[in-house]
């Protein structure tokens, strides 16, 4: 935990801030700066998320000391420009990219195994289903059976990626 205190003390020395300037940008008390300084006080959840957004921390950086201090700057990256333009992806696609690219690795890995899940779900389901046999604006060609079937599977795909996420949060 103290680590962390040195790292925050680190990234206000660096930021040439004194502990009044970078209390207020926190909004948090001077005396509370200056405790975390001194290693009095271990720094807050909720003033550890404060310190990153505020100064555009890597959070990994503030809490183990690994990676860059700073967060890459996303939107003026040359590459991801040129793939929103070869790719023609839509402002909410960018917006989808760029919040991934800001994910930790861990979390970037559980988006991934959601996705390869939903992806292998569409997958069976397009080789469970003949062609012409299922309309999704007209179910009437399937037996009750068949409906069933078609809904426990989505209900068991909806259940895994909800146990994954659930395993992100946890």
Known sequence: MYNINKR???LRKYLNLSQSAFAKKLGVATSS??????????????????ICNVFNVNEEWLLHGTGEMFKKDIDNNPALTQIVKEYSLSTTQTKFM???LSLTNEQKDTIIEAMQIMVNATFEKEQSIQPN?????NDENLSTAEKRALINRELD???KVLQIAKKEIL
């Open 157 to 159: 795909d909806e259940e």
């Open 133 to 137: 046999t299922y309309n999704s604006c």
């Open 8 to 10: 925050v003390k680190e």
């Open 33 to 50: 700066v200056g405790n975390w300084d001194v290693n009095i006080r271990p720094v807050k959840p909720i003033h550890i998320t404060a």
């Open 98 to 100: 760029k919040a991934f």
